[in-house]
């Protein structure tokens, strides 16, 4: 039978955000005890209490791997919000609206995120712009919809444009994931 530390570790250790999380000091440990719990008692067999979980995760702190390199590449990164932009379908692409900052051509249609400037906004668009030297670095969006999920922040749609991370997000989930993601890169 497994043990409730081996389960965690194997559970954190195969997870970026989690393993970022504990490794910079900045990891809520009973929401993330909370999020692996069912996982631990899978593996373990057993019904495992959230504060034990918690225990095992605040001990984890002195051999957590580092993970500099991404946390660097954040604090070197700008991030803004835009707040009116719309989803729009258009069955032609002479449709597509002038102020459409991204255009995806799907089966039989097109999607355009537009800016919708007096209409009635449904999302806000999150962005990060990146260092150069992020280019070639694989994960790091990833890394940020492990991170928004494990606080429960649910998005639309997330977009890595070379340097640039999109992240397209309902109006009243928009100032919770800016205070979380900026907690991420500059706490």
């Known amino acids: 039978m497994t043990k ?3 389960a ?3 559970i954190v250790e195969n997870n970026l955000v989690y393993s970022l999380s504990i490794s910079s000091g900045m990891c809520n440990y009973t929401k993330l005890a909370q999020a692996i719990k069912s996982k631990v008692e899978t593996m ?3 019904d495992v209490k959230v504060n034990t979980i918690v225990k095992v995760l605040a001990g984890m702190k002195e051999n957590a791997k580092s993970y500099d390199q991404s ?3 954040f604090k070197k990164s700008s991030m803004t919000i835009e707040y009116k932009y719309n989803k729009v379908y258009c069955n032609n692409i002479r449709e597509i609206p002038e102020n459409s900052i991204l255009v995806m051509k799907e089966s039989n249609y097109y999607t355009c995120i537009a800016n919708v400037n007096d209409e009635k906004s449904d999302f806000a668009l999150i962005k990060i712009l990146l260092p150069k030297e992020s280019a ?3 994960g790091l969006t990833l890394l940020i919809t492990d991170y928004l ?3 429960d922040i649910k998005f639309t749609n997330i977009y890595r444009l070379d340097t ?3 992240i397209m997000i309902d109006n009243t989930n928009a100032g919770k994931a800016l205070y979380h993601l900026s907690s991420l890169f500059y706490s």
């Open 149 to 151: 999920m494990t606080y």
């Open 8 to 10: 965690v570790k194997v």
């Open 44 to 46: 373990t067999g057993k």
């Open 71 to 73: 946390l660097d590449i």
């Open 136 to 138: 070639f670095t694989p």
């Open 4 to 6: 409730i530390s081996d």
């Open 164 to 166: 640039e991370i999109w």
